[in-house]
């Protein structure tokens, strides 16, 4: 395969333009030396091939999507200014621009107001919504289903704030039962729902938890940094479009550019409904170069320096891919959980595949059959390791056997957890791709029988 250039060209002109803005400055030498640099960097070529391909729809494994070339020429030409987006001295244009690629995704949460900004990930992104609700529930414990990211877990740990996990029904979804008996105890400020998990794309039933909070007044947390975008697809399952409807009520919410919306990595995004919780960021650094009253993104979040570059890129994108409804990108993600439920209804079909969740989005997680769980995960780490050496790349997952919602009698439960296969479709060209995946797993089964 070649990887795609073609689109280089518009760089120059894209340059070019940006040269006009600063056409009165005296010229200067950029000096370096071009042969000792071109050494080093062929040499860096080299090394990159030692990568699994994430651009090539054989890559079917962990949560990874290439950048849409868009994102990759608008952060590629940012780099000749190199923006800091903590003030607006550091980066007025790519400030505004943040501003409205934020705006635009509040937008997809059907919220008017909101307080939000890009942070270099889910995690950071998710630390400072923990912040804000640890800071506004005094002394109350934060918890999270246990499948959420582990993340949490850690984010907690390092606000010192106390956590707990809900145990997961056999849909890997929270269990609200459980949840409301540990409600009934006491002690809970923040509820933690994932929209998308990170194991198996499960969402947790968000109706059902916004009702709970009427009852019981907790802060509701959701980390869609998977999953938020699956709002715009037309193909789920009706309980899952409810659940993700059922954002907009959240108190704040994550969602990655960087995961489903072809931003390259260093691209998460917290918001909150409540603009107010502004307040708990204020600080009076003597070092930051406040000029002027208009709000500079580092008084509304915990990093300081962040890459103007990647909500420039991240600007462009939806500029071209505006988040609509019937739009391209609510089709791509369309055909990325056609792809899924394809090859998962494929396996549920055929004897020698062992499927227990229905996706909810686009990951799909299965075994190999036999006749003792220990067999069974040994055959989807051999599996694992022979697809790969067929140039098909998938990931392997660790599941509790107890939320398996039905085992066959066939199969011995000789151990507490299954290692599964798992695959994250999330490249629209999937869909054309899974007949050749499954093609190559229905051979790797034969084999390994
Ligand atoms: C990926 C992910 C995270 C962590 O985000 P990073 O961008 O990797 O820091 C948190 N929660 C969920 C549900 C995720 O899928």
């Not at 060209?9 to 071009?34: H, Q, V, W």
């Not at 400030?95 to 635009?104: H, I, L, N, P, R």
């Not at 919504?129 to 002394?139: E, F, I, T």
Request: with cysteine; aromatic share 8%.
């Amino acid at each position: 395969m070649k990887l795609e250039r073609d689109s280089l060209s518009i760089l120059k002109e894209m340059l070019d333009l940006l040269d006009k803005g600063f056409s009165n400055l005296p010229d200067t030498d950029s000096a370096y030396d071009r042969d000792a640099m071109r050494e080093v960097l062929l040499e860096v070529a080299e090394r990159m091939q030692d990568n699994f391909p994430y651009f090539n729809p054989l890559y079917a494994g962990q949560m990874l999507k290439p950048p849409h070339p868009v994102a990759r020429l608008a952060y590629m030409l940012s780099l000749w200014i190199n923006p800091n987006n903590h003030a607006l001295d550091g980066g007025r244009a790519s400030s505004a621009m943040e501003k409205e690629a934020v705006a635009a995704i509040a937008g997809l949460l059907g919220w008017d107001v909101h307080l939000g900004h890009l942070t270099s990930g889910g995690t950071m992104a998710n630390l400072e919504a923990l912040w804000v609700a640890g800071r506004l529930k005094p002394d109350l414990t934060i918890v999270a289903s246990e499948q959420a990211h582990y993340t949490h877990g850690r984010i907690t740990d390092v606000l010192g704030l106390p956590f707990q996990t809900v145990p997961c029904d056999t849909q890997s979804r929270m269990d609200t039962d459980a949840l409301e008996r540990m409600l009934k105890g006491g002690g809970i400020g923040v509820v933690v729902a994932t929209a998308g998990t990170t194991g198996t794309g499960a969402v947790d039933p968000l109706r059902e938890i916004l009702g709970l909070r009427e009852r019981y007044g907790f802060r509701l947390h959701v980390d869609a940094a998977y999953g938020g975008y699956y709002m715009l697809a037309s193909n789920l399952r009706q309980e899952t479009s409810l659940s993700l409807d059922c954002l907009r009520d959240a108190d704040s919410v994550v969602i990655d550019p960087h995961k489903h919306g072809l931003q390259p990595y260093g691209c998460g995004c917290v918001l909150f409904r409540d603009p107010g919780v502004g307040r708990l960021y204020k600080h009076d650094s003597p070092y930051t170069y406040f000029s002027t009253s208009e709000l500079h993104l580092g008084e509304i979040s915990l990093e300081c320096s962040r890459p103007g570059a990647a909500a420039v890129a991240l600007w462009a994108t939806q500029k071209l891919f505006p988040m609509k409804r019937g739009g391209d990108f609510a089709k791509g993600l369309g055909k990325c959980r056609e792809a899924a439920m394809n090859l998962y209804t494929w396996m549920r079909d055929d004897t020698r595949f062992f499927t227990f969740l229905e996706p909810e989005l686009d990951i799909v997680v299965w075994a190999p059959k036999a006749s003792r769980i220990s067999e069974m995960s040994r055959r989807s780490t051999r599996s694992f390791e022979e697809a790969a050496s067929r140039d098909l790349h998938l990931a392997l997952f660790t599941y509790p056997t107890r939320l398996i919602g039905s085992i066959p009698r066939s199969i011995e439960v000789d151990q507490e957890t299954l290692t599964c296969l798992r695959s994250c479709l999330m490249k629209p060209e999937h869909l054309d791709w899974v007949p050749r995946i499954w093609q190559i797993l229905r051979t790797l089964a034969d084999t390994l029988q």
